[in-house]
């Protein structure tokens, strides 16, 4: 258990309405993730942190946006919500480079209507 | 780009059985990682194991073991006397390569595949 926690766990908001989801660790992790998960897709990146106010989008990152200001908080935001982006996101994080593992929060479900 | 691919969408065991997960893989990377995870259907995704693309030993871990074939590309999981509580989508995964040396520990997924154990 490496500490992740998300809020919300569960959100129902509208289209058009901005969001946003926010993932905390507790164990000094330089790297964070979020992904989102899908049925018939599997989980996939959407943005990436290797540091403090180093981000980089991953493979479905329209749309969204990330900012970490602190090692400890990574916040994912949808700017203007669609029933697109529907779906359980997923935060996650890594220690090191020489990590393998990557321990995930468990997750908030999201629903735009 | 990198591609996982699970093609059973579900499995089913008999208890204390074992079972094979398939996965298939493609990439450009020399240096690469596979991972297997769990996730019950309480939605947490755990890690179950780890290879390592230089590992010359299949990895293993408990009742998890996984048969890497680097020639075929895959990197099946086996699960040895299954039980109940194994009923879970299980997940493969991929990690990139180093670039420059440095690798972001970004994650291709599988479609994962539904394992259903019958008492």
């Known amino acids: 258990d490496a500490g992740i926690t998300q809020s919300p766990r569960h959100k129902v908001t509208e289209t058009g309405t901005p969001v946003t989801l926010r993932c905390h660790q507790t164990e000094n992790h330089r790297y964070m993730y979020w992904y989102r998960q899908d049925p018939g897709h599997g989980l996939r990146l959407i943005h990436y942190s290797y540091g403090v106010k180093d981000t980089d989008k991953g493979e479905v990152s329209d749309g969204y946006s990330v900012s970490r200001s602190k090692t400890e908080d990574f916040l994912l935001t949808l700017e203007s919500a669609t029933s697109s982006q529907t779906s359980v996101y997923f935060c996650?994080?890594?220690?090191?480079?020489?990590?393998?593992?990557?321990?995930f929060g468990p997750g908030t479900r999201l629903t735009v209507l | 780009a990198q591609k996982i691919t699970q093609t059973q969408p579900g499995m089913f065991v008999q208890e204390k059985e074992a079972v094979t997960l398939d996965c298939t893989y493609d990439t450009s990377d020399q240096s690469y990682g596979l991972f297997w995870y769990k996730q019950p259907s309480s939605g947490e995704m755990i890690f179950l194991i780890y290879?390592?693309?230089?590992?010359?030993q299949n990895a293993t871990e408990g009742r998890y073991s996984l048969n890497f074939q680097k020639a075929r590309k895959s990197a099946n999981l086996v699960i040895s006397a299954s039980q109940l509580g194994d009923s879970a989508m299980y997940f493969c995964a991929m990690r990139e390569g180093n670039a420059g040396g440095t690798s972001y520990g970004k994650l291709t997924f599988g479609q994962g595949t539904i394992l259903t154990v019958h008492p």
């Open positions: 996650a994080t890594r220690g090191s480079s020489g990590d393998n593992e990557q321990f």
């Open positions: 290879q390592g693309s230089y590992d010359e």
